[in-house]
């Protein structure tokens, strides 16, 4: 869990091979399926485009069916899910039924201003998914995937406008979540402010990961 930008989904990688358990991103995955065009595709891109959360009975179904794939059975990073009470609800109702609890929910925290900063400069690869930054993460060559030599883009969502509204979606929907994880004593707060590799051996350390 965490603002938009703060670094999620870089962290959620290195956790995914660090453990050898998918990647769950949801926003990965509404990505792929407005490329593809898909039905899904089609339903949740103005929320998507608009920084907006897509509607949680869709999420629900989402998570369900990815989690029950097979490659999921021995466990799961999920990173941008759950973002609101009603799908924490639903998530403890897929692992129940699985018999397998959530062990740990990670925060990465930043402040707004290096959140702005971060999203602005962010570029991403619509192929494989990696994530760049024109300061901090620069590609090998300017544009171009360092892992599959696609062309990077900017998130349509990466605008200020939008990010402003993540931002609000995030402070009253998502951090509630964080809370009741908090209260529920699994929750590991985890300073997301220095450099990739900063962040991920703190992250390393608060997990009790070698
Ligand atoms: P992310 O890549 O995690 O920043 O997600 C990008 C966008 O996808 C969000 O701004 C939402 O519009 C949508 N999204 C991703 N995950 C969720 C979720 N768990 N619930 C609702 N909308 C989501």
Do not use: W
Not at 56 to 84: H, N, S, W, Y
Not at 143 to 161: H, I, K, M, W, Y
């Amino acid at each position: 869990m965490g603002p938009p930008g703060v670094g999620k989904g870089t962290q959620a990688a290195f956790l995914r091979d660090a453990l050898g358990v998918p990647h769950v991103s949801t926003g990965d995955i509404l990505r792929v399926s407005m490329q593809d065009g898909s039905a899904l595709g089609k339903k949740v891109k103005s929320f998507v485009e608009g920084g907006r959360l897509v509607p949680d009975d869709l999420m629900g179904d989402l998570i369900a069916e990815r989690l029950d794939r097979q490659d999921a059975a021995k466990g799961f990073v999920l990173d941008g899910f759950p973002r609101t009470m009603a799908q924490a609800d639903t998530l403890d109702r897929v692992l129940a039924r699985k018999g397998a609890p959530l062990d740990r929910a990670v925060i990465l925290t930043a402040p707004e201003a290096e959140i702005v900063r971060r999203l602005s400069g962010r570029r991403t690869c619509p192929k494989c998914g990696s994530v760049f930054h024109l300061d901090s993460r620069p590609p090998q060559a300017p544009g171009v995937c360092d892992n599959c030599r696609s062309a990077l883009v900017q998130r349509p969502d990466d605008t200020e406008q939008v990010i402003r509204e993540r931002l609000r979606v995030y402070a009253a929907q998502t951090v509630p979540v964080a809370e009741a994880y908090r209260q529920r004593g699994l929750l590991l707060e985890v300073d997301g402010m220095g450099s990739v590799e900063q962040i991920g051996s703190r992250l390393r350390a608060g997990l009790g990961i070698a």
